[in-house]
């Protein structure tokens, strides 16, 4: 069994910055990604930006500049930093990770990102 927890969603202004963690635990075997997805109302869940095992990554254009995604391997945290953030970048905010040695991918419950004034 693995948990992916999520922390560090919120409330925030347009232009500010949010800080998400994600801890993974249990029984990981191999980490072959790990990403942050998103989920706005009313639109299907989109990636946000990927980190692969060997570190490259990949991002979404709407949040290239603008978000980085980076990995504590030691502590199997993934973490997503959001600068100049936009009301379109409202959405609950989910982890992912994929354990290529039992080709399984694992989800976390959510965390919730609003931009607003």
């Known amino acids: 069994q693995v948990q992916l927890v999520e922390s560090g969603g919120g409330l925030v202004q347009p232009g500010g910055s949010l800080r998400l963690s994600c801890a993974a635990s249990g029984s990981i075997f191999k980490v072959d990604f790990m990403a942050w997805y998103r989920q706005a109302p009313g639109k299907e869940r989109e990636l946000v930006a990927q980190?692969?095992?060997?570190?490259?990554?990949n991002y979404a254009d709407s949040v290239k500049g603008r978000f980085t995604i980076s990995r504590d391997n030691a502590k199997n945290t993934v973490f997503l930093q959001m600068n100049s953030l936009k009301p379109e970048d409202t959405a609950v905010y989910y982890c992912?990770?994929?354990?290529?040695?039992?080709?399984?991918?694992?989800w976390g419950q959510g965390t919730q990102v609003t931009v607003s004034s």
């Open positions: 992912n990770l994929l354990d290529g040695w039992v080709s399984t991918d694992y």
């Open positions: 980190l692969s095992s060997s570190g490259s990554t």
